[in-house]
């Protein structure tokens, strides 16, 4: 018998405290299972389309960190939830606009998703007085509808960027392409690990590599298994998105 009414309030009051524990204990597996320590996998709650309350208690479950992928929808949330928790750094996931990036430097801790030389120059430009700590975006499918530097133009981009010392390079991020089994996202996060292997080795000033952020709801324990130390899960948490209000 299928109950509409249930369901629909299982989707739009999700027990945040439940999905976070056990996405708590598949990182933990994940983690064992590549022989890490699963402290040391930060795990972003991405809460697009989430709203404030839901966003709340998450925060009062123990996530630390949250990612957005729109100024515009951020903006409102992080006004009300930052005067009440200033502990929480946030993250900026989507591509940013260069018209966006003044706001965008005043309200997120973070930027993972530069994505190119104009916008890495445009961070740079405004950011003033600050440094801010950035992850590159790489496009490690070369699917035409992603945002992300090649693979094969990150070390010009680290060399052009090296100059802009506003910004503090600290590791990359990719979106592994939607697949039917997240085993065939695993080229795509070996190939992001073996690019900050490579990137270590030059030792360039500003560029550390300390985050890898890889793998999402569908994938992320395949990326955790392939070196990412940084998951970015929406739908794990919340449940499926509801529609914007
Ligand atoms: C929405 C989003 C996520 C989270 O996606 P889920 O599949 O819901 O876990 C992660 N990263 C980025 C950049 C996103 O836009």
Redesign the pocket.
């Known amino acids: 018998m299928t109950r509409p009414f249930a369901k629909a309030i299982l989707i739009f009051m999700p027990d945040i405290k439940a999905n976070l524990e056990s996405v708590l204990q598949r990182i933990s597996r994940a983690a064992f299972s590549a022989g890490k320590n699963p402290q040391e996998i930060k795990l972003v709650a991405?809460t697009?389309n989430v709203p404030v309350d839901i966003i709340e208690q998450a925060i009062q479950a123990g996530i630390t960190d949250i990612?957005e992928?729109r100024v515009q929808e951020a903006e409102p949330k992080i006004d009300i939830l930052k005067a009440k928790y200033p502990n929480v750094t946030w993250h900026m996931?989507?591509h940013l606009q260069r018209n966006k990036v003044r706001q965008a430097l005043d309200y997120f801790d973070i930027i993972q998703s530069v994505d190119s030389v104009r916008l890495a120059r445009e961070i740079q430009a405004k950011a003033e007085a600050k440094v801010v700590p950035v992850l590159v975006e790489i496009n490690t499918s070369g699917e035409e509808t992603k945002y992300g530097i090649p693979v094969n133009s990150i070390v010009d981009f680290l060399k052009t960027v090296l100059s802009f010392n506003n910004l503090s390079v600290q590791g990359l991020m990719t979106?592994a392409p939607l697949v039917d089994d997240p085993q065939k996202a695993r080229p795509y996060f070996r190939k992001l690990k073996t690019l900050s292997e490579e990137i270590k080795k030059l030792n360039l000033p500003n560029v550390e590599m300390k985050y890898l952020s890889m793998g999402?709801?569908?994938d992320f324990e395949v990326a955790i298994e392939e070196g990412s130390n940084m998951v970015?899960?929406?739908?794990?948490i919340f449940g499926q998105r509801p529609p914007k209000r």
């Not at 970015?232 to 794990?236: K, T, V």
């Open positions: 991405v697009k990612g992928n996931v989507g979106i999402m709801t569908d970015r899960l929406g739908r794990a």
